[in-house]
């Protein structure tokens, strides 16, 4: 039996829905919803650690999905899944990776 | 999991330092960045795979999407007096829930019993009570489905591994523009005790749409 998110229709933890269907504005958005479900799924996160977090956080974002980000690096360091400055360290080498795609 | 170093080398989010599919993110603050690092320290780590990201993105995106209906069924199996007034009169009893279609559609439910097994097909097109169900999975807007589901419903269920009694008539609702039916599936047995939010997680998109009964995987 694998674990899943069991996703509150309202309440602060509720995800942004149209017609029951999850909203994403942006692929980030449900992407890190995935990578959140998947440790989820696996039992390398808490779900109601993650709810709770989530309950703490979105009140103080304006976007929901921001506030799903900021709960996933909290609960992937607090739980020794990513490191805080390899998290930091891959970021910064993201960002500054050559651009690639535009020097046609 | 069993894939240990086989995941740099493939599927659409490898995320290498050398990749450069993707676009330049112009402040290092942008979320994708972030995300996009995350996932790729997990993947390395072994802790997730792009995948099985995918996979689950799509899951949740497809099955979640009837869960408006799932809670009118399991308010009906619970509520005698709202089952009543679903049968009665689906529009208004969908709308007491907050649910409803922007484009002003009239809903019946129709109701399974033992002696009718209720399934719903748009002949024309794909007509479907997107409000309350989501999303229509690609079958119900395929041509054999919509022929065969009239020609041969049983035969249909079947393939849905739903199998209804000889002595039970199968009843088909063309779903038009003007009308969208929602099948009111049968509570399966042993479910007396659970409450609504518990039951509403038995009814699959497919029950509401009658090609399978509730509680059924889909």
Redesign the interface.
């Known amino acids: 039996m694998t674990n899943s998110?069991e996703?509150a229709?309202d309440g602060p933890s509720a995800p942004p829905?149209a017609?029951?269907?999850?909203i994403f504005d942006?692929?980030?958005q449900?992407?890190?919803?995935?990578?959140a479900?998947?440790?989820v799924?696996?039992g390398?996160l808490d779900w109601p650690q993650f709810q709770a977090a989530l309950i703490e956080t979105v009140p103080h974002h304006e976007n929901y999905?921001?506030a799903w980000?900021v709960s996933?690096?909290d609960l992937?360091e607090t739980n020794d899944?990513?490191a805080p400055s390899?998290?930091v360290l891959?970021?910064?080498?993201?960002?500054e990776?050559?651009?690639?795609?535009?020097h046609g | 999991?069993s894939s240990d170093h086989d995941h740099h080398d493939h599927g659409p989010h490898d995320?290498g330092?050398?990749?450069?599919?993707?676009?330049?993110?112009v402040d290092?603050n942008?979320?994708?960045?972030?995300?996009?690092?995350?996932?790729?320290?997990?993947v390395e780590?072994g802790?997730?795979?792009s995948e099985?990201?995918?996979a689950?993105?799509d899951r949740?995106?497809h099955d979640?999407?009837?869960?408006?209906?799932a809670?009118v069924v399991a308010k009906a199996w619970t509520d005698p007096d709202y089952r009543a007034r679903l049968l009665d009169d689906a529009t208004a009893a969908i709308a007491e829930l907050g649910?409803g279609g922007a484009q002003g559609e009239k809903m019946v439910a129709v109701e399974n019993t033992d002696d009718v097994h209720n399934l719903v097909v748009c002949t024309l097109c794909s007509c479907y009570p997107?409000?309350?169900?989501?999303?229509p999975p690609s079958w119900y807007k395929s041509h054999e489905y919509r022929a065969r589901a009239v020609r041969e419903p049983r035969a249909v269920l079947k393939e849905f591994g739903t199998d209804v009694a000889d002595e039970t008539e199968i009843k088909i609702w063309d779903s038009s523009a003007e009308i969208r039916y929602l099948v009111l599936p049968q509570q399966p047995p042993g479910t007396d005790g659970l409450g609504e939010e518990e039951l509403a997680r038995l009814v699959g998109r497919d029950a509401m749409i009658g090609v399978r009964l509730a509680g059924v995987e889909s």
């Open positions: 998110l996703l229709n829905r017609n029951g269907e999850l942006a692929p980030w449900s992407r890190a919803f995935g990578i479900a998947a440790l799924e696996d390398r999905w921001d980000l996933l690096v992937t899944l990513i390899s998290l891959r970021t910064t080498e993201l960002f990776r050559p651009a690639g795609h535009d | 999991m995320h330092p050398h990749d450069h599919g993707h676009s330049h993110a290092k942008d979320p994708s960045l972030r995300v996009e690092a995350i996932e790729s320290l997990l780590a802790l997730v795979t099985k990201i995918d689950l993105v949740y995106q979640i999407g009837p869960m408006n209906g809670r649910y997107w409000p309350v169900l989501g999303l």
